[in-house]
């Protein structure tokens, strides 16, 4: 399909043609319903819009220049087996659930106009060699290091160089801030070696287990620089216990509050108090009589879907 048009001015009858090709495209490949999100600078791929509306905030505002692969209208990248060979398809629109969470959390990931959701899509040749010293052996000479957050801070840096138009962290701490927004984080908790308790609340100080007096933390690494008694004591207090074993808690409640904040998935977490059951068939839990038991038990927990 020709592409060109992007770029030009909206008073050209080559925009206008290729606006209306882009519509007819988008809303036969990424529409649900009636709409799709509209690309306009003003909407910024965060608002489902008619066509009719599209076609006006197109028409006033211009194209992104960097949209040139419709990832977010139904048009899927497929890589080539030849260099010299490049084809697009047109495949119908899974609705992702995570990408749905991540947009309305963060209304998309964005950079320079463009949604990249979770799947950015991209041609491999515009990918790959809009820059001279970029190909692919650099993207494989890069995949250095372990999962260590070096590792992952390299890994950022690699799919920055290929995904230029994406808006990604400069490093793993900055990933993980993000991922904190998304109550996707977890609480850490010293714990007993051989597993007889938790160092928590009321035992959020303890040194040993209270069951099998086992020490709390690794044992202290010797060094063999100074063993003079005053050179052992000011080392002790410098060096930073670290626990023999932890328990990672990943707390249910945010996790449940963050799906409910997406407006399509909370619909399905709502589905079983607002979806009725016609003809009496078990089909889900709360059709069964423990899920009805527990509601009668807790009315005022279950009152609120």
């Not at 977010?72 to 990408?99: C, D, K, L, W, Y």
Request: proline share 7%.
């Amino acid at each position: 399909m020709d592409k060109s048009w992007i770029g030009m001015p909206g008073n050209t009858s080559e925009y206008l043609l290729g606006l209306n090709q882009f519509l007819d495209f988008a809303f036969n490949n990424g529409a649900i319903g009636d709409k799709i999100k509209c690309p306009c600078p003003k909407c910024d791929f965060g608002k489902w819009q008619t066509r009719n509306i599209v076609f006006d905030h197109l028409i006033n505002k211009p194209f992104p220049k960097n949209y040139v692969i419709w990832v977010m209208h139904g048009e899927m990248n497929v890589f080539p087996n030849s260099r010299n060979t490049e084809t697009t398809q047109a495949i119908p629109p899974i609705e992702n659930p995570i990408e749905l969470l991540v947009n309305e959390a963060f209304r998309g990931l964005r950079h320079g106009g463009v949604d990249v959701g979770l799947s950015p899509v991209v041609e491999e040749e515009e990918t790959l060699h809009d820059s001279p010293t970029l190909n692919k052996k650099n993207l494989f000479d890069k995949c250095l290091s372990g999962l260590s957050d070096k590792g992952m801070t390299m890994i950022l840096d690699l799919l920055r160089d290929a995904f230029k138009f994406a808006k990604i962290p400069d490093s793993f701490n900055e990933a993980k801030k993000t991922i904190n927004k998304l109550s996707l984080d977890y609480i850490k908790i010293n714990a007993c070696p051989t597993d007889c308790m938790l160092y928590w609340e009321d035992d959020v100080n303890a040194e040993t287990c209270k069951y099998c007096h086992t020490s709390r933390w690794k044992p202290e690494k010797k060094s063999n620089t100074d063993h003079t008694p005053t050179a052992s004591k000011k080392q002790k207090k410098k060096q930073k216990k670290n626990p023999a074993k932890i328990l990672r808690h990943f707390p249910l409640k945010p996790r449940l509050q963050r799906l409910f904040m997406c407006s399509k998935i909370a619909e399905h977490m709502r589905w079983h108090a607002e979806d009725d059951n016609k003809d009496g068939a078990l089909r889900h839990p709360r059709d069964g009589e423990a899920w009805k038991k527990f509601d009668t038990t807790f009315p005022e927990f279950s009152s609120d879907p």
